[in-house]
């Protein structure tokens, strides 16, 4: 079982009709436990995701193939953020993946096989693709400037776009929208988000002249545009590591 | 590995600067997180590395539940405001786990014992809010997957994700007591009081052997990163 395969094994869960996920409506005692505990637990790590930025992704093993997505981020400090990926900004949204963002200087200190597995940011900033919902280009620049140098590691959980009703099979690689054949966004796909949210992208392309990307473009970064190859993740049956059990 | 300040910071990276303060400040008022602010729910556990038993870590997961079958969580590492997010981890009923085929079943753990055992447990929250929860847990299968192995040393997120397992009662599922201990005196809690209290959920008639599939077949599964050529018959670049 691969991540890249078109078409998980048939079951309910990847038949696309009925709602994602499936399962019936919650109950009244538990819908009292979401009350109770947001009341008394302290969610400190979930309340640091403030950051919230729409763009578009696309799988490794096939850029062709593109989705939406909605980022919360934890700028953790300012060479790092994590983020929580979702397929919308509703409070019905999936949980889709994890991305990791870190600035050029924590990039360049990686090794040439773990640079391999990231994605360069400058492209979809400058086009104009990654918006800040509801927050006005001038409070966002610095931000976008600073991320616009950054580089991503995109883990990609459930795929919803094939169908999945439920996270089936393995995550996938997910690359950054990138000025090439395959990584140039769907214009129907950017129209959707667009008038979802009452964007309109091509009106916010000047004000991101003159955000430039990473001082030094890696050549390891957006790996599948230099060399033609894409990542995928199977899943492998293996002999458990021997070790002996407690006590 | 380049880092500023301390060399243990995990991650590495210079304080927040002013101008992304302001922009954080600035979010935190005009947008609305809507899908973030579902996650209402902090349960502290424990898991184990599928392909290395011997590598058992605590987790906090911050839930969402969906509908009443389905949760979607974000495990951290701890549960401070700067702890690090190491994975996702989605629990299913048992209904809608049956009827997923074998393959992806062999992927996904059950919880019955790391409920009845304590290992799951509510901080802050009275048991007796937690025990109709407790009850639906206790039958639900999870899959999960982490993304940031900390507990190995890595200061950022490096190679594949990897499959998680649950605690269980028996050989290599079994939770080392001074993890647990650990996790017990910072939070206030106590496992073996939480698993005599639990004593009363109902075990589940039945947990399918694909789950927790160390167990019966004494294999695990591990991700191989694999290089796919890009389709020729596109236009490149």
Known sequence: MASSDKVPVACPANHGEGKEPMGDPTKTTTAMLDRGTAMMQSLKPIRQMSLHVCSFACYSHDPGCQIEVHIYGHRVNQDFLQCAVYDSNSSKAHLIGIEYIVSEKLFESLSPEEQKLWHSHDYEIQKALLVTPRVPELVAKPELKNLAKSYGKFWCTWQLDRGDRLPLGVPSLMVSPQDVNLGRIKPELVKKRDEEHGISSESLKPSRDGISGPEKKNLVADYWVRFRKGFALDVVETDMKRTAPFP | ?237
């Not at chain 2, 701890?78 to 992806?104: C, F, K, T, W």
């Not at chain 2, 040393?153 to 499959?163: F, R, S, T, V, Y």
């Not at chain 2, 017990?184 to 698993?195: A, G, Q, V, W």
């Open chain 2, 1 to 237: 590995m380049a880092s500023s300040g301390d060399e243990d910071q995990v991650p590495p990276g210079d304080p927040v600067t002013v101008s992304t303060l302001v922009i954080d400040a600035g979010t935190k008022i005009m947008q609305r997180r809507l899908p973030v602010k579902q996650m209402n729910t902090h349960v502290s556990t424990f898991a184990i590395y599928g392909g290395d038993m011997s590598r058992q870590i605590e987790t906090h997961h911050y839930i969402h539940r969906v509908n009443d079958e389905f949760l979607q969580c974000a495990v951290f590492a701890s549960d401070h405001s700067d702890a690090p997010l190491i994975g996702i981890e989605y629990v299913i009923s048992d209904r809608l786990y049956e009827n997923l085929p074998q393959d992806e079943q062999k992927l996904w753990h059950s919880h019955a014992y790391e409920v009845k055992s304590g290992s799951w447990a509510y901080p802050r929250l009275p048991e007796v809010v937690a025990s109709p929860e407790l009850k639906n847990i206790a039958k639900t299968y999870g899959k999960f997957w982490c993304t940031w192995q900390i507990d190995r040393g890595d200061k950022l997120p490096m190679g594949a994700p990897e499959l998680m397992m649950s605690p269980q009662g028996v050989g290599q599922g079994v939770l080392r007591p001074e993890l647990v201990k650990r996790r017990d005196e910072k939070y206030n809690i106590s496992t073996d009081e939480l698993k005599q209290r639990r004593a009363e959920i109902a075990e589940p008639e039945w947990i399918n052997p694909m789950a927790d599939y160390w167990k019966q077949h004494g294999k695990c599964f591990v991700l191989d990163i694999v290089t796919v050529e890009m389709n020729r018959n596109e236009k490149f670049p």
